[in-house]
T-cell receptor, first 114, second 114 residues
Framework: QKEVEQDPGPLSVPEGAIVSLNCTYSNSAFQYFMWYRQYSRKGPELLMYTYSSGNKEDGRFTAQVDKSSKYISLFIRDSQPSDSATYLCAMSGYSGGGADGLTFGKGTHLIIQP | DVKVTQSSRYLVKRTGEKVFLECVQDMDHENMFWYRQDPGLGLRLIYFSYDVKMKEKGDIPEGYSVSREKKERFSLILESASTSQTSMYLC?????????????FGEGSWLTVV
């Protein structure tokens, strides 16, 4: 079982829809959770950062963590064509994580249709 | 804002050539990383460095070497490029590791080996 699982997609939704992107993980030591957004032929950029369980909202984006289920989500409200990108989850903990401290999902490719 | 600059965005090299990929960060970060990213395989860590002249192998170091002579600069070297090394290469930097740290990526370097 991989440490972090993320559906690669593509996930295609119409403009204005609510998008839900998800990752599951197996390492209970993970406590810090991030979402990176990567546009085509660009580097990933940090989008959201949360610690432990709960929700965090930033504009149209909401990051949700359920540590009991080892499941994290990124919700995008009123999705726009400019949200079309690959979204990577990443996580770390006091005793978990890779050599660089972060364990990444492989990314979900999201397409917002105008 | 953190800035990680990769000097070459697009390169085409011949098999057997020596290739240098350069990366500079302006945030006085201790840690620097080189990843490659391939469809379906996600981000894979090649090497990282936690201090000047220090380096650690990541998950896929074979065929690569690195150099860090100054804190802000981290170079990836392909001693003898092969077609299997055609990929997108991402440099990243981050503060000295502790749980909860994030890393910041450059724009990426697209390398094609023919």
């Amino acid at each position: 079982q991989k440490e972090v699982e993320q559906d690669p997609g593509p996930l295609s939704v119409p403009e204005g829809a609510i998008v839900s992107l998800n990752c599951t993980y197996s390492n209970s030591a993970f406590q810090y959770f991030m979402w990176y957004r990567q546009y085509s032929r660009k580097g990933p950029e940090l989008l959201m950062y949360t610690y432990s369980s709960g929700n965090k909202e930033d504009g149209r984006f909401t990051a949700q963590v359920d540590k009991s289920s080892k499941y994290i989500s990124l919700f995008i409200r009123d999705s726009q064509p400019s949200d079309s990108a690959t979204y990577l989850c990443a996580m770390s903990g006091y005793s978990g994580g890779g050599a660089d401290g972060l364990t990444f999902g492989k990314g979900t490719h999201l397409i917002i249709q105008p | 804002d953190v800035k990680v600059t990769q000097s070459s965005r697009y390169l085409v090299k011949r098999t057997g050539e020596k290739v240098f990929l350069e990366c500079v960060q302006d945030m006085d970060h201790e840690n620097m990383f080189w990843y490659r990213q391939d469809p379906g395989l996600g981000l894979r860590l090649i090497y990282f460095s936690y201090d000047v002249k220090m380096k650690e192998k990541g998950d896929i170091p074979e065929g690569y070497s690195v150099s860090r002579e100054k804190k802000e600069r981290f170079s990836l070297i392909l001693e003898s490029a092969s077609t299997s090394q055609t990929s997108m290469y991402l440099c990243a930097s981050g503060k000295r590791w502790k749980a909860g740290n994030t890393i910041y990526f450059g724009e990426g370097s697209w390398l094609t080996v023919v």
